[in-house]
């Protein structure tokens, strides 16, 4: 994908925010507690290289992401830190993952046996490191009962292929206010525990929402994800007790400004008619960056004025309607602030009737992320 390095429009990644987001979080924690910083899907769209950078710098001791290709990554970049994948990895590249000291999720005994084969087919000595994971309730990876983890950590404990480093979980409704799914899972994770005879390296069960709002449960790790990018996980519902500071902000450029006259259109379907005449500008960004089209009718920031996006987002270009004229390379905000005016990633979010970790990672790589400190 060649990235649009000759055209204004730009993610604009303030590191500093994340490193400042990450410190505070861990100095919130007891000192046996870690953080590892979350930065699968290109570090939620911020760029997986630079956050993780930015969050050891500021205390992080290890790295989570969601598929091992991520992982290679970062050991490519350099990172020496512990990383987990969090997702299921095919057990047919365990070798992969022992020669790269990259830590795998392991959801049930089969895997094992297969990795197990793997990795003695491969002839690879040093073992495997593996983290369990635990299905209380979320419903998508890990073991359901009770029952079957003593088997899991027989094999794991007492195999060399392996070495059993961690076990986690992860709650569904952690950034809710209604605290009883979050209790029953709680519950789940406490039956796990009285069954597990010697407790791993690693215990964990916090995404950012837990490790806000249920810090009791924390493990030993926590896996500080979106609040890490400075945006509560709850969206509104939940109010963060302290401040997370946004490190995303998005800005383009007027690149043509007409004047239209009353009654012309705008853009493709000419969903939109000037009812008198107004000046229009053309951004140099569409739904192909992950500016979605669902955005028509939602606003930008021209000079701390809200501008509303006219007629169809197009897949490179829109159009929005500007107060008065303004010359072509006059900023626009498009995610951020600009003169006391703010248009936050939730907003965003909410326009679109989604997440904000939608939009932060729907941004695609043609888009430049520079980066700020
Ligand atoms: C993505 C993910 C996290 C991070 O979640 P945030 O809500 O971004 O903090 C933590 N744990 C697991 C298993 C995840 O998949």
Known sequence: MAVGKTRPSRLIIDRSAIYQNVKEAVDRLDDRTELFMVVKAN??????VETAQAAIKAGATGLCVAILDEALELRTAGFTVPILVLGITAPQHAAI????????????VEWLRQAKDTLAKAGVEEPLHVHMALDTGMGRI???????????????????????????THFATADSADTAYFEE???????FMAVLEK????????????SIWHAVCNGNIIRYGVAGYGLNPSGGELTVPYQLHPAMSLTSQL?????????????????YTASEDEWIGTLPIGYADGYERRLQGFHVLVDGQFCEIVGRICMDQLMIRLPREY???????????????????QDVATYCDTIHY??????????????RN
């Open 185 to 191: 899972q709680l519950a789940r994770w406490h039956a």
């Open 327 to 345: 010359p072509v390379g006059t900023k626009v905000t498009m995610v951020g602030t600009d003169q006391g005016q703010r248009i936050s990633l």
């Open 43 to 48: 570090g939620y769209g911020h760029g997986a």
């Open 97 to 108: 993952m022992t020669g790269h000291q990259i830590s795998a999720t392991v959801g049930d």
């Open 142 to 168: 890990g073991l359901q009962d009770p029952a079957d983890l003593g088997a899991a950590v027989t094999l794991m404990t007492e195999d060399p292929a392996f070495d059993f480093e961690g076990i986690f």
């Open 199 to 210: 407790r791993p390296r690693y215990v964990h069960v916090s995404n950012s929402a837990t």
């Open 358 to 371: 939608e939009i932060a990672c729907g941004f695609t790589a043609r888009l430049p992320r520079d980066y």
């Open 255 to 271: 690149v043509y400004v007409k004047k239209i006259a009353a009654g012309r259109s705008i853009s493709y379907g000419a969903t």
